[in-house]
Structures are given as C-alpha cells and as structure tokens.
C-alpha cells in the first residue's frame, strides 16, 4: 500500500485539481447557503371515513403516499397558494423552492419551503400546506358529489316504480294471484330504495377531512446551508477523495513502468541503480567523490564489476531506449561516470562514442580534456587500409581527466557519410578488442536503440549491454522490446540504471542552453600550454627490467 500511495503522488496535479474542484464547490455551497433559509411544516393524511375510530378501516390501503407527494409539488396546489398569497401569476416561482418528502413507515409529509427570507419562508411554506389539504378536500368532495348523484339518479326511476305499484295494489282484488305478485314487485322496489338511500346517507356522513397539521412553519433562525467553514472542510474531504480517483484511473491506465520492480520485470535483468535527481551531470565521479550520485555511479560499477557476465570479456554497451534530449544526455553522463568509476579501480579505460549521428562527448568533457600526447596516438592508417568503409575512428583518442579518480581514453565521435559502415569497420572492432587486455575495459556509448540500428551492429561484439531511461518518458512495450532486439542480436541485458530529473532541473537545462551553453562552458578554464602536464591517477606505475619507472598507457614520461 506504502508503494502504491507513492505511485499516485506521481499525479499530484490531479489530486491537486480533485482538491481544488472540491474546495470551489464547497465555497460555493457555503456562500448560497448563507443567503437561504428554510421553513418546514408537516402534515399528517387521513382518508375520508364514517367513522375514523374503527379499526378495520385500514387507511394505508386507501393512501398512495407516492401518488400524495406528487400532488403536493403539482403545480395546481401551487396555484391555489399563489392564489392565497397575491402571487397570481408567478405560480411557477411559488413551486421552485419547494420540497416534499414522506418518512418511511408514516402517513406524514414533510414540507420544506427555501429562500431568501426567513419569515417569507415560513409564509410560503404554510400557504403551500394549506392549498394542499383544500385542494385535497375539494378532490374528495367533488368525487362525493358525483357519487351522491349517480346514486340519486338511479333512485328517482325506482322511486316512481314504487308509487305506480302502490296504486296498482290499490286497484286490484284481494287474494288474487297478481295482487300477490304486484305485493312482491313492490317489496324488491322497496329494498332497492332502502339500499340506494342508505348508500347516500353513508357518503353524506363522510367526513372529508384529508389531514390535519401537526406543525406550522415558523421562520428559521440559522441559514440553510451548512455554514462556509464546513462548507469548505467537506469539499476538501470530496475533492481529496475525487483526485485519488482520478490518479488511481491515471495509474490504472498508465503505459510507463510504476517502479523499479516494473522495469526489471520488463527488461529481464536488474535495476542495477536509482539516480538521484540532478545526478545526470558528466563526470560526478572523481570532480565531486562525496556526492551522493558519486557513490552511486561507484555501486553500480562494483556490481557490473562482480558479475560474471562483464568480467570475463569487460565490455559494455551504454544505450536508451529512445532519442531526445534529456536521454541523450543520461545517457552520456552514465558512461562518463562509470568509465571514471572502473578508472578508479585502477584500470585502463576506453570511453568510445559510437553516437556518429549527434556526438557531444567532446562538447561535454571540453573543460577536462586535453589531446593525448602524439607518442601515445595509434599509428596512422594509409588510404588502402581506410576502404574498408570509413574515416571514423582514425586516432583521434584524446585523454580525459576525471580528477582524483584518475584518467581515462575517449574516443570521440564524428560525423560521417555511411554509419553502419563505420561502426561494422575493422577499426571499431580493434578498439573493441582492447578489453582483451589484462586489467582493460571498454565502455560504448550508442544511440537510442528504438530510433536507429546503430547499437545493434556492436552488440554481437561488446556482449553486455546496461539500458539507461527514465521510467516517466518510456513505456513498458518499449522496454520489452529493447530487450527483444538485444537478445535476438546476440546480446545480453546486464541490468538497468534508473534516473528522473526533476522540473526545476529540466527548466534549469532549458535556461541554460537557452542562455549561451553549458554553465560548465562558459566557466571554462583556458586550454593549458604544451608541456608536461600533471595527471591524477590511481593507477600504478610499472617497473621495466632494469628497474625504471615506465608510465602507464595515457602519462607522458615527462609527467612521471
């Protein structure tokens, strides 16, 4: 959970943005709700009944509450309390303010009645409880009515029935066979009559009352709303809760790797270390030996250094993943550092820039580093030797001062006509082949190996490879097929170095090279004169047979 909760600070401008909705929308309820009151009024409902006091009248089957609360907001109650009210014609007003809701298990509503006014409030909400109980009675008065009349006309043709059967009997014999059946004739008129008044009697009897007030609306003394400081507390609490959603949804969805665990599960090898920010600058190691990146780039060393992998042919392939600035730029400051690191063991160092298409290595490393001296330059290839396809690499080796860690050789890249070509020459595999030397490595900066096949064509010949990338600019795909390609190349991934600049570094890089170049460029120490020249190395001096000192490779017997 400590990881995740981690993960979704990554987002931080979608929390920040679920907390400011909310705190926008809770200003905006406290500042309404201070300007709104509310008055209530609750009544409860009878059904219209002859005698309200008997028990196996069961009113709960005769009230639909549903359908009584959508009469109370139905806008003929609001009619009838606009009428009352002296707000003929603005009935549709009257009805926005209004709110009606029936508690569970109760034949109770509840009228609530909002604005702006406390005692206009309370008036409104009371004129709208009365329309509804008159607008109630009138209903059931007017159904009692029609039914009074539906009885009496079905009574009146019975009635004279009755009369003419009377005199009939009046007229005939007695004893007679049809003075017996008029008698009956006259006995089922009799009933019905006596059935048909007494169900006019039972309605007249009713009592029409549809329910009675249990409490008036007075004028509230507090606003409605919950106040602007709880206001604001409950919309922070929401939009808290909305933008952990919101980043949990980015998370969710988001291609790039979330931890390191996602990078060495996407790459097949492990993270073999986390940069610190700001710890992408060239040459950390040696100019600044107790910084916390120093001894980053020195732990990672170690590691590549115990691995079986690395040790026996002491190879290794720097590349990214994808181009860009800021990748180029990682990139070339972990090869500069860890070819400083292994210089510090006390090995022979070749730092080769295989980037033919934007090489920057010497821009970056000019204030440290100088032309090695011409004793020390490889022979010089005739033109027969360079038809093999390239002018690079032709003995520009120049000797980089990495501080107390010592010195180590760069060959730095050019550009050229026909890259493959010059990265598939005898020449690069000769270089190469320099880590075959006891006490020797190699280190190659290549380019991105998603934009170009150039780190492909020397991965049959350096082996080991370290992926460098930042886990907010590449996806986990682009990962799995880095990795893809390296091994269908014949390559091994020895693990990952993991770096992220931050913000304020990236704006920092974007005013500097905005502003005239590297702050290391403009603050450039003039080019030393020829001569002998002090280098601070930590590898050791060899003795010859007889006893005398013989500098080792990249010292100048005059700086002995």
């Not at 508690?103 to 005692?119: C, E, G, N, S, W």
């Not at 808290?240 to 998370?251: K, M, P, Q």
Request: hydrophobic letters at 40%.
């Amino acid at each position: 959970m400590r990881e995740q909760f981690r993960q979704l600070l990554r987002y931080r401008w979608l929390i920040g943005g679920g907390i400011g909705v909310g705190l926008l929308g809770g200003a905006w309820l406290g500042v309404t709700g201070a300007d709104s009151y509310a008055a209530s009024s609750d009544i409860v409902l009878r059904a219209p009944t002859n005698d309200p006091f008997n028990p196996a009248v069961s009113v709960d089957k005769t009230l639909n509450m549903g359908s009584e609360r959508q009469t109370a907001l139905s806008s003929s109650v609001a009619q009838v309390a606009a009428h009352d009210l002296g707000m003929t014609d603005r009935s549709g007003d009257l009805q926005h303010g209004l709110q009606v809701t029936n508690p569970p298990q109760t034949l109770v509503l509840h009228f609530t009645y909002t604005a702006a006014d406390p005692a206009q409030a309370a008036r409104r909400a009371n004129a709208l409880t009365v329309a509804y109980l008159e607008l109630r009675k009138s209903q059931w008065e007017q159904v009692r009515g029609s039914m009074i009349k539906k009885y009496s006309d079905q009574l009146a043709p019975l009635v004279k029935q009755h009369e003419d059967i009377t005199k009939q009997i009046a007229q005939l014999p007695d004893g007679g066979s049809a003075t017996d059946s008029a008698y009956a004739v006259k006995a089922n008129l009799l009933n019905r009559i006596t059935e048909l008044n007494g169900q006019i009697s039972s309605l007249k009897a009713l009592d029409m009352t549809p329910g009675t007030v249990i409490r008036e609306a007075v004028p509230p003394s507090a606003p409605d709303g919950p106040g602007l400081l709880m206001a604001l507390g409950l919309g922070g609490a929401v939009g808290i809760a909305l933008g952990l959603l919101s980043a949990w949804v980015r998370l969710v969805f988001d291609p790039t790797p979330r931890s390191a665990g996602e990078v060495a599960r996407a790459v097949r090898a492990p993270v073999l270390g986390i940069l610190p920010r700001g710890g992408t600058g060239v040459l950390l190691v040696g100019g600044q030996s107790d910084s916390r990146a120093a001894e980053e780039y020195r732990s990672i060393a170690f590691r590549l250094a115990y691995d079986d992998r690395f040790a026996d042919r002491r190879r290794l392939l720097v590349v990214a993943p994808r181009g860009g600035a800021e990748p180029a730029a990682a990139v070339a400051a972990v090869a500069c550092n860890l070819t400083a690191s292994f210089a510090e063991t006390g090995k022979d160092v070749l730092l080769v820039e295989a980037d033919l298409r934007t090489p920057s290595l010497v821009e970056r490393l000019r204030t440290t580093t100088t032309p090695r001296p011409q004793w020390t330059l490889p022979e010089p290839t005739s033109r027969a030797h360079g038809q093999d396809g390239a002018d690079w690499p032709g003995g520009g080796h120049l000797a980089v001062d990495a501080g107390e860690s010592g010195m180590f050789d760069l060959v730095p890249g050019e550009r050229v006509r026909n890259v493959p070509r010059a990265l598939t020459s005898s020449r690069m595999t000769r270089l190469i082949a320099e880590a075959d030397d006891p006490g020797s490595t190699v280190v190659v900066l290549a380019p991105p190996v998603l934009a170009y096949a150039d780190a492909l064509a020397l991965v049959d010949r350096v082996d080991g490879v370290l992926i460098v990338c930042d886990p907010r600019a590449v996806h986990r795909s682009d990962l799995a097929r880095v990795r893809e390609l390296i091994g269908g190349a014949g390559g091994t991934v020895l693990g990952a170095v993991i770096h992220t600049e931050g913000g304020r570094a990236r704006r920092g890089k974007r005013r500097g090279a905005a502003g005239g170049g590297h702050r290391a460029g403009r603050q450039a120490a003039p080019e030393p004169p020829p001569g002998p020249r002090k280098v601070h190395s930590t590898r050791r001096a060899l003795l010859d047979d007889d006893g005398d000192i013989v500098a080792p490779r990249g010292v100048r017997a005059g700086d002995r």
